[in-house]
């Protein structure tokens, strides 16, 4: 009931395209969702984060698309561009400030 | 955003040996830290919390005496891998928490046991 899965494993994307990753939970105490980005070597960096009372939240490029009766959410990013290769990870916590159950990761490779 | 700093970024030893990882947040008091493995390629798996001044609760799973967590001030954690070995060669990434605020994560530690 703890976890969070993750799809697409790897994802390839032409520059200025749209990048969509999408993440299912099952436990329903979850009240934060999170996506990090995390560079080769380096920890993960909160890119964005949505509560369950919101359908969507956006910042800059990046958008979370949150379906609670679904128990899914998503990231798309618009405008994608190489420097925004990287793996993505979507997380989910009971608070803001309580650990996190990581999903499985993308891949996200944007190509010129 | 709040600054956690890992020490040290990379670190080989011998199998049989105990290597430290301190965990330190910067620019704020930490009432909570977390400390995540990660395996190359794959996503970060939680292995305890620890609040300051009192024993770290670990997950399933994870041996306590071989991972040991001190906590002892609220700006620093120290991760205790002992006899490591070298299936213990893994990415060892920490975050702290303030309060009800998210999470900030440090750079990671690369532990290598030859």
């Known amino acids: 009931q703890q976890q969070v899965k993750q799809s697409p494993q790897s994802l390839i994307v032409q520059k200025g395209g749209i990048s969509i990753i999408n993440c299912a939970y099952e436990n329903t105490a979850f009240d934060y969702f999170p996506w990090y980005q995390q560079f080769p070597g380096k920890g993960p960096a909160l890119l964005i984060a949505?509560?369950?009372?919101?359908s969507e939240k956006k910042e800059g490029r990046f958008t979370i698309s949150f379906n609670k009766s679904a128990k899914q959410f998503s990231l798309h990013i618009m405008d994608s561009q190489p420097g925004d290769s990287a793996t993505y990870f979507c997380?989910?916590?009971?608070?803001?400030?309580?650990?996190?159950?990581f999903g499985t990761g993308t891949r996200l490779q944007v190509t010129l | 955003g709040a600054v956690v700093s890992q020490h040290p970024s990379r670190v080989i030893c011998k199998s049989g040996t105990s290597v430290k990882i301190e965990c330190r947040s910067l620019?704020?008091?930490?009432?909570?830290m977390f400390w995540y493995r990660q395996f190359p390629k794959q996503s970060l798996m939680l292995m305890a919390t620890s609040n300051e001044g009192s024993k770290a609760t670990y997950e399933q799973g994870v041996e306590k005496d071989k991972f040991l967590i001190n906590h002892a001030s609220l700006t620093l954690s120290t991760l205790t891998v002992t006899s490591a070995h070298p299936e213990d060669s893994s990415f060892y990434i920490c975050?702290?928490?303030?309060?009800?605020?998210?999470?900030?994560f440090g750079q990671g530690t690369r532990l290598t046991v030859v």
């Open positions: 997380a989910a916590s009971m608070t803001t400030a309580s650990k996190l159950t």
């Open positions: 949505i509560r369950p009372d919101v």
């Open positions: 975050s702290a928490t303030r309060g009800s605020t998210e999470a900030f």
């Open positions: 620019d704020f008091q930490a009432t909570t």
